[in-house]
């Protein structure tokens, strides 16, 4: 059961969680105990916004000005996939 | 082509000050005369990242018994691989733990045997529940996620409760209860080791609301007891998929408990690469997939979660490892587990617990 995230809540990345590079799969992974994720281009820029200051709402309007289509929602519930992974807690 | 893994477990040495009568290593223990040298273990760290790992479990035994650890931390992290130190916490010094956080452990993973300090080095063979307690003190204080880890069997598995409640005063952010697997050392003392129907029973309602209680505090894992069950656990994300695993004396194994298939031809990194063996060695080959599987896994739709269930443990109870485990109901052999069941989970006479030890 994935719980939703609403759009004025505060994602930050979790303590022991790495962001990185691997030059191998040619993508950004996030590492952390139980696992790697490996991600697509949209969800490393949803991570790297994810500093514990931005709003979800501000995330959609930052990747917004980016690319094209970004909708709220689907920000949302890739932060709620996130947190349901323990990569991400989310604040308010 | 094999997809290229995402973890290494590094069993550092076999040698371990505590004796766990479960203890997941083979019965057969590497000595330290057989051990890889610091340079064998650099090499084999560069060889898992380049096959595309990027998480080192330091593992044992217990790692902290090699004087290198320190410096192999230091290469795990500049290879930019997740470093996860997997301890009994005996050896654990505020300074050593603090030098090894500065080089990079971004985890730490300590056993726990019981809730009590009677009952956890009663299991565990020496004194080691102050040391634990002491050692997650210091984890905290560093600032490190800590993972307690407990293997549930007959002798803990009433007091699961006080277990949750000692990993919450340690200030886990995860807690790992795994019911003992039997292999090895437990598979030796498993009379001593299975667990009652009315011990899981009792057992599962006080977990389940615990980890209602404790969401997004401190996550519990719960893996079950599958002799037990109509269904076998999973074997990791598939044989051969996602992890391999080192041994102290540099053997490669699919599964940590692998050796136990006394018919795999086992590799070994000082004769080939991590490369070669992981993409073109029989052992990682044998049951990768579904081709392997027969009947009635290879008809199953749950073949997909569970991948036919244990290999290592089809091997142990019916001498053919490509067999459907055993403890599926759907198994032709289910009627050996359950004669297990019957015999070994209350012994009119409980042998007593042979404690590991090295020969
Ligand atoms: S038959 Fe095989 S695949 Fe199906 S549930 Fe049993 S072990 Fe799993
Ligand atoms: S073969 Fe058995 S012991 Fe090995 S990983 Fe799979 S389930 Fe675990």
Redesign the pocket.
């Known amino acids: 059961m994935i719980s939703a995230v609403a759009l004025d809540a505060v994602p930050r990345i979790r303590r022991g969680v790495k962001c990185t590079y691997d030059q191998i799969r040619s993508a950004h992974v996030v590492l952390f105990p139980e696992g790697v994720l490996v991600l697509n281009e949209t969800a490393a820029s949803v991570v790297s916004l994810c500093d514990g200051v931005r709003s979800v709402g501000d995330i959609a309007l930052v990747l917004g000005d980016e690319y094209d289509g970004v909708e709220p929602a689907d920000i949302a519930s890739l932060v709620a996939r996130l947190v349901e992974r323990r990569v991400v807690d989310v604040d308010g | 082509m094999a997809e290229a893994p995402f973890g290494l477990l590094a069993e550092l040495t076999h040698r371990c000050p505590l004796q766990c009568g479960y203890c997941s290593n083979p019965v057969e223990l590497v000595r330290r005369d057989a051990e890889l040298s610091t340079e064998d273990w650099r090499r084999v760290f560069d060889q898992a990242r380049s096959l595309g790992a990027l998480q080192i479990h330091l593992s044992g035994g217990e790692p902290l018994l090699r004087p290198d650890l320190p410096e192999l931390v230091t290469h795990a992290n500049s290879l930019g691989c997740y470093v996860n130190l997997v301890t009994s916490g005996v050896g654990l010094s505020r300074e050593r733990l603090r030098d090894l956080a500065a080089r990079g452990v971004d985890h730490v993973q300590l056993s726990l045997q019981d809730a009590t300090r009677e009952g956890n080095d009663r299991i565990a063979g020496i004194k080691a529940f102050d040391r634990k307690v002491q050692a997650a003190a210091f984890v905290r204080d560093e600032d490190l996620p800590l993972t307690v880890n407990t293997v549930l069997h007959r002798q803990n598995l009433d007091n699961v409760a006080g277990i949750i409640a000692m990993a919450e005063e340690m200030g886990a952010e995860r807690l790992e209860l795994a019911n003992t ?1 039997y ?1 090895g050392w437990a598979l030796r003392n498993r009379a001593v080791l299975l667990p009652t129907r009315d011990q899981l029973a009792a057992a599962d309602p006080v977990v389940a609301a615990a980890q209602e209680r404790l969401r997004g505090r401190m996550e519990i894992v719960y893996v079950i007891a599958d002799y037990h069950e109509a269904h076998p ?1 999973p ?2 994300y598939g ?1 051969g998929a996602r992890q391999l695993t080192v041994a102290p004396n540099g053997d490669v194994l699919p ?4 050796t136990v298939i006394s018919t795999l031809k086992i590799e070994n990194v000082r004769e080939k690469s991590l490369h070669d063996i992981w993409h073109d060695s029989p052992s990682f080959n044998a049951f990768r997939g579904f081709e392997w599987m027969r009947y009635p896994c290879r008809s199953c739709p749950r073949k997909e979660i569970d991948f036919g269930g ?4 089809a091997f142990q109870l019916t001498g053919d490892a490509a067999a459907t485990d055993p403890v599926c109901s759907l198994s032709p052999a289910r009627s050996t587990v359950d004669l297990i069941l019957e015999t070994e989970m209350a012994p009119p006479e409980v042998p007593a617990m042979a404690m590991r030890k090295m020969p």
């Open positions: 697997q292999y656990k074997c990791m044989w599964c940590p408990a692998a244990c290999r290592c443990q």
